[in-house]
């Protein structure tokens, strides 16, 4: 079955940076277009970052534009949020997904995973 598993959230203080990784199993990887959402405390989930499916387009929110850079290596079946100048405003439960469909349209068609938290202190 379809597995997504996020890692590498952590707590840091505004102006750093984290990488987060999420290793995808069970699923032809390389066919799918990526994403990145997030869901802060009391709020929906949120698109954040897109990636095509070989990596030659990506996508992202206006919040995160210059700030976050997505990146995906089909060989680990893996995609990459390189997050840097973090915020307060970045605190949430960061997930990713995909689906076959182009980056600035992208939907969670997979199972979500357990997430990873991201911590922001001011």
């Known amino acids: 079955q379809v597995q997504l598993r996020e890692s590498g959230g952590g707590l840091v203080q505004a102006g750093d940076s984290l990488r987060l990784a999420c290793a995808a199993s069970?699923?032809?990887?390389?066919?799918?277009?990526m994403g990145w959402f997030r869901q802060a405390p009391g709020k929906e989930r949120e698109f954040v970052a897109a990636?095509?499916?070989?990596?030659?387009?990506?996508y992202y929110a206006d919040s995160v534009n210059g700030r976050f850079t997505i990146s995906r290596d089909n060989a680990k079946n893996t995609v990459y949020l390189q997050m840097n100048s973090l915020q307060p405003a970045d605190t949430a439960v960061y997930y990713c997904?995909?689906?076959?469909?182009?980056?600035?349209?992208?939907?969670?068609?997979?199972?979500w995973g357990q997430g990873t938290q991201v911590m922001v202190s001011s």
């Open positions: 997904n995909g689906d076959f469909g182009v980056v600035t349209t992208l939907s969670p068609t997979l199972p």
């Open positions: 069970g699923l032809a990887f390389s066919a799918y277009s």
């Open positions: 990636i095509s499916n070989q990596g030659g387009m990506t």
